[in-house]
């Protein structure tokens, strides 16, 4: 049996325990104050919200292993009520980050989720992106005469409301030229782009957009830009970047 710690060292550790604690949430508060009001300001790609929040779940976790590991020289009853408020500490604390990542409050978080860039296909091979609750995946582009033509499929996931594509929404040519769009498909109906159309929940919507004529003969637009607007809402801009058009 382990001979009890003498008064001094159980008030030194619970001491030490209650610093980290304060150091963690000092740092917490640093990061947020002084990185997250806008970390683009460094000029580092890999700085955006959601590798952040990443980082301070990370974090926390890891502060809150090696705290536990510290309570566990505390006398048993000590022990267990540390290990409690350390558990409902890091829930709450995961709780406050799972919803800043779902749903950011700072200001420059809620711009960034309003501009998203794509570089590629996922792991399944597709080009998708979620904005504003709604899947917007690249199925191809191809030529018909020399005018480019893009299809998508549209599916929302949220309520039913309209969609519309905003008149920004341009094909760049090599040459850095850019190609407005000129006809819209949606289904078997035509619109104007200008035109607002139905998406209904969970139902999976062919549009196709016909780009004006290039002057040259494009393989590859460096990329594709679709200014979008969902139902209310405000601007959104999805770029699909290296787009192949056969």
């Known amino acids: 049996m382990e001979a009890a710690l003498p008064p001094k060292k159980i008030s030194g550790l619970i001491t030490r325990i209650m610093g980290g604690i304060s150091a963690l949430l ?21 700085l955006n919200w959601k590798n952040l929040i990443l980082f301070m ?16 020289r505390l006398p048993q009853m000590l022990n267990g009520a540390m290990l409690v408020i350390l558990a409902a500490g890091l829930a709450v604390i995961f709780f406050a ?15 960034q989720q309003k501009f998203i860039e794509n570089g590629g296909a996922n792991l399944l091979g597709k080009r998708l992106e979620v904005i504003d609750g709604v899947r917007i995946e690249l199925l191809g582009c191809e030529k018909i005469g020399r005018q480019p033509n893009c299809a998508f499929e549209l599916t929302n996931t949220r309520l039913d409301s309209e969609f519309r594509f905003e008149s920004q929404t341009t094909l760049f040519e090599e040459s850095g030229g850019a190609l407005s769009i000129d006809k819209m498909q949606v289904g078997s109906s035509k619109f104007t ?19 004006e004529q290039g002057r040259g003969d494009l393989q590859q637009a460096p990329a594709l830009k679709l200014k979008v607007r969902v139902g209310r809402g405000e601007e959104s801009v999805v770029k699909f970047n290296e787009v192949d058009i056969k």
């Open 26 to 46: 000092a740092t917490m508060w640093g990061l947020i104050t002084y990185v997250f009001p806008d970390p683009t300001v460094f000029g580092l790609s890999f």
């Open 193 to 211: 782009y200008r035109d607002a159309f139905p998406l209904v929940r969970g139902v999976p919507t062919r549009v196709t957009l016909a780009f």
């Open 97 to 111: 980050l799972g919803g800043e990542y779902a749903k950011p409050s700072f200001d420059f978080a809620r711009d």
């Open 57 to 72: 779940s990370a974090f926390v976790f890891l502060c809150v292993i090696f705290l536990g590991w510290c309570a566990n």
